[in-house]
Each structure stands twice: as structure tokens, then as C-alpha cells.
């Protein structure tokens, strides 16, 4: 039972060994030199040539494994990099290309190498800038680090640097147009024209000592037209003496021609005056005419002259006038008359407001007298009904007459 046991072990023993020979053959890549098959004669020195290939080859299958890499333990410190890894598993270390000064790389424009870092170099590279100047300042000069200097302006409070040519004004740091600034010798000639004003134009201009406006043409200095209720406005602010809103003169020894002349083409007027305390329209002349009028004049106020050397002014027409009947009606009179007959030859005239002792009441010689000869008439006092007119014969018997009367107020 032993002995089978043994047989059965051997043979087990026999297969494992071959099979390692197998796999170590393999491994030792070993050719022999000879093969032989079943029926083959086998001689001493054939079988021993393949022991001997054999022997060789398991030689240096030993050598490989004695000298084979175990795992790798070992490390390199921060700097180093592994050099070599021997077989059991320790490493050899080298200082990196990159080491403790950079050797093998170099800082291009605008970087600084420091052991194995780069960074941007200051002194060369710009940084953002970050500063500012105050108001009335600017920036002279940017420095590395973004920082600025400052400096006051060119053109500072007082504008040392610059002043104001022809046509300007320099105030602080600001340049505007003068006033007055852009004159004739600024202007070409026809460059201001109808086409670049805005309209309806408006100038409203207060002139001092000189023409506001100064218009020369050979037939018309200046002309105004308007589709509104004035084609020509003239307006002063001036209080002196002889200030006029607008004033034409026409130069010349000629009769013929105006200062000032207007023409309504409907039935209003050509010109127009208005006065709340002066003068609407005023005249003058020393040699002819201050005024002249072809045609019919109507005057709804009064109007005044001064008599001889007297300073005041006194009517100059009279107030109402008429004629009126021997029954007492009104006949080719002023409208603002009226009469009433109030008995035989005695009267009542009215004229619209109160008579007082500043009015004079002017009659004239009766006629168509209820009987002939010769007739007086007489006014007496007056009151807010008006003036009382008596008409009598020469012996002073009343009688009715007709009579014609003017009434003046200073």
C-alpha cells in the first residue's frame, strides 16, 4: 500500500517538473540541437549536446532571476527627480532641470525667474493704472505701479495759457462769443441770408446811444412785412427827451420823399401811434411842415396848440358846435349835441358833459326871428344839463330865434 502511494507521487513530482521545465525552457528561450521520435537510435553524444544546450539554457534563465526588479520603494526630494531604479526597488535621484536656479530655462521680456517659479517683472511690465487727478488737474506722468503725478492744468482758473481773440471772451477755462463779438469784418458778405432765419424773427435789442438796428440800400433801408397785427415795431425803453421807438429821416434838399411813411390797403391805418403819457407820433421842422395831410383828419381826443409864447397847451378845435332852430332843434351840429326849447326865445343846449366856468361858449348873430329888426342872444351859466341861450329883441323881449353857437375848453 506504501509502495503504490510512493509510485503515485513520483509520478505527480514527474509532471510538475516538467511542467516547470517546460515553463523554464520557454522562459530561457533554449533551442536543442537535437529531436528524436519513438524507433530512433540514440547516441551518448547527441543526447549529451542537448543536455549541454539545456545546462546553458537554464544558466542564464538563474541569472535573470537573480536579478530581477523588485517594487519600487524608493522616492526623490522636492527638487529632485528619479535618475535610475536599481533592481531592489531603491531609486537614484538628480536635481530637476528646473532645480534651485533654473537650469536649462531662461526669463523672456517682462519676467523674473526665482528658483523655479516665473512671475511678471515690475520693473519692466505695467501695471493698470489706478490713479486719478482732481478737477483742474491732469495726468503728467504713469508709473510702473499704476500710480500718477499730477499737474495743474494748461489752461488753469485764470486761463494764463490762452486769451480770447477777435470775437471771443474767455471766462475761467470756458471760451464763449463775446458780445457784439461777430461784427461785419466777421461776416461775408451775403452770408447771412433769408433762408437760414428762423421765422417769424424776433430781434429785441435795447441800444444805449446807437442804432439797434442799421439798415443801408439804395432804395429802402429797411423793410418789415407781417401777416400779423405789425409789420414794423419799434419800442424804447429810454425815458430822455426825443427817445423814439422808431425814427426815419429823410436826408436830401429834395421836396419829395419821407422819414417815415405807411400805407394800409383796407381801411386802417398806415401809421399808428400811441402814446400812455407822451407823444404817439411827433413832427418836426424847422423850415416847412411838421405835418401835412392830404385828406379828411380824424381826431377822437383833443388837439392842442400853444398860443403865441404861452407854454400851456390849449385846444385847437372846439369841443361841439351846431345850429339851432327857432323851435328848438338841432341843425347841422356836432353829434354830441342837443337842444331842448324850454319857452318863448329861451333854450337848453347840451353837449354831452357838464358846462363850467373853463368853457367858452361862443354864439352868433339870430336869424329867422318871429319878427323882423334886429335880435341879441345871450348864453347864461351852465351846469351838467348844459348852457341856458336867450334870444330877445333890442328892447329885451324874448322872442324865438334861430342861432348858431361854438363851444371851446381850454
Excluded: W
Excluded at 541569472?63 to 537614484?92: F, P, R
Excluded at 429802402?220 to 422808431?246: D, F, N, P, Q
Excluded at 405807411?262 to 411842415?289: A, C, D, M, P
Aim: glycine share 14%; net charge negative.
Amino acid at each position: 500500500m506504501r509502495k503504490a502511494n510512493l509510485q503515485k507521487y513520483l509520478k505527480l513530482a514527474s509532471v510538475l517538473i516538467s511542467l516547470i521545465m517546460i515553463s523554464l525552457l520557454a522562459q530561457a528561450e533554449v533551442s536543442l540541437p537535437y529531436t528524436f521520435k519513438a524507433g530512433d537510435p540514440i547516441r551518448s553524444a547527441e543526447v549529451n549536446a542537448n543536455f549541454s544546450a539545456l545546462s546553458s539554457g537554464l544558466n542564464d534563465l538563474s541569472a535573470k532571476l537573480i536579478t530581477k526588479q523588485n517594487s519600487v520603494s524608493g522616492k526623490c526630494n522636492d527638487g529632485s527627480a528619479i535618475k535610475e531604479i536599481k533592481d531592489d526597488g531603491s531609486v537614484v535621484c538628480e536635481v530637476d532641470d528646473i532645480g534651485s536656479n533654473g537650469v536649462g530655462y531662461t526669463a523672456g521680456n517682462g519676467l523674473s525667474l526665482t528658483g523655479s517659479e516665473l512671475s511678471i517683472n515690475a520693473q519692466e511690465t505695467q501695471k493698470r493704472v489706478a490713479g486719478l487727478c482732481p478737477s483742474g488737474s491732469s495726468i503728467r506722468e504713469i508709473k510702473l505701479d499704476g500710480t500718477v503725478t499730477c499737474e495743474t492744468d494748461d489752461v488753469a482758473a485764470g486761463g494764463q495759457t490762452y486769451s480770447a481773440g477777435t470775437g471771443l471772451s474767455l471766462t475761467a477755462d470756458t471760451f464763449s462769443l463775446a458780445d457784439n463779438g461777430v461784427g461785419t469784418s466777421q461776416l461775408k458778405n451775403d452770408a447771412v441770408t433769408v433762408d437760414k432765419l428762423a421765422l417769424p424773427l424776433v430781434i429785441s435789442v435795447i441800444s444805449n446811444s446807437s442804432a439797434a438796428i442799421a439798415v443801408s440800400n439804395v432804395n429802402i433801408g429797411l423793410a418789415a412785412r407781417s401777416t400779423g397785427t405789425h409789420g414794423l415795431y419799434g419800442e424804447t425803453l429810454s425815458t430822455s427827451a426825443g427817445a423814439t421807438g422808431v425814427t426815419g429821416i429823410r436826408k436830401g434838399s429834395g421836396a419829395n420823399g419821407a422819414g417815415v411813411q405807411g400805407f394800409h390797403e383796407g381801411s386802417g391805418q398806415g401809421v399808428y401811434g400811441f402814446s400812455s403819457g407822451g407823444v404817439g407820433i411827433f413832427g418836426s421842422s424847422s423850415t416847412g411842415k411838421a405835418g401835412q395831410f392830404d385828406g379828411e383828419v380824424l381826431v377822437t381826443g383833443k388837439l392842442t396848440s400853444r398860443f403865441g409864447s404861452a407854454s400851456a397847451e390849449l385846444r385847437a378845435i372846439p369841443m361841439a358846435y351846431g345850429n339851432i332852430g327857432a323851435s328848438g332843434n338841432a341843425i347841422g351840429n356836432t353829434p354830441n349835441v342837443s337842444s331842448t326849447r324850454l319857452g318863448e326865445g329861451s333854450y337848453r343846449v347840451s353837449i354831452g358833459e357838464a358846462i363850467t366856468t373853463s368853457h367858452t361858449i361862443v354864439l352868433s348873430s339870430t336869424q329867422a326871428c318871429d319878427s323882423p329888426g334886429p335880435h341879441l342872444a345871450n348864453s347864461a351859466g351852465g351846469n351838467s344839463l348844459g348852457f341856458l341861450v336867450s334870444t330877445y329883441r333890442l328892447d329885451g323881449t324874448q322872442e324865438d330865434c334861430a342861432f348858431s353857437f361854438v363851444v371851446f375848453r381850454p
